[in-house]
């Protein structure tokens, strides 16, 4: 089936550094765009960052300078690499992604999502 898997999250303290993963898998062929999303303990999911065709990328204020997401087209994966880490970064970190895929799931598939990988931040 077209899915994502996160991985990469863990346990780090403040002013650490940690790279997450996002890996197409099953008959995914292609990304078109991606983006990482996260989601705090009581709070809403907000876009963390964005990577478009062509590799145009768009961060949010709080984490510019920190976090670079990336994407490797040959093996269908986006990374997130995060430095300098904040408490406030703790959150389940979600990839979702915009796809193309063959065989029975063949066609685009605009608005995937992975079942996210906690990141917790000790401050």
């Known amino acids: 089936q077209v899915q994502l898997v996160e991985s990469g999250g863990g346990l780090v303290q403040a002013g650490g550094s940690l790279r997450l993963s996002c890996a197409a898998s099953?008959?995914?062929?292609?990304?078109?765009?991606a983006g990482w999303y996260r989601q705090g303990l009581g709070k809403q999911r907000e876009l963390v960052a964005h990577?478009?065709?062509?590799?145009?990328?768009n961060y949010t204020d709080s984490v510019k300078g920190r976090f670079t997401i990336s994407q490797e087209s040959a093996n269908n994966t986006v990374y997130l690499q995060m430095n300098s880490l904040k408490a406030e970064d703790t959150a389940v970190y979600y990839c979702?992604?915009?796809?193309?895929?063959?065989?029975?799931?063949?066609?685009?598939?605009?608005?995937?999502w992975g079942e996210g990988t906690q990141v917790t931040v000790s401050s």
């Open positions: 099953g008959p995914i062929i292609s990304i078109n765009a």
């Open positions: 990577i478009g065709k062509g590799g145009t990328t």
């Open positions: 979702n992604a915009d796809v193309n895929a063959v065989g029975w799931y063949s066609g685009r598939w605009p608005d995937v």
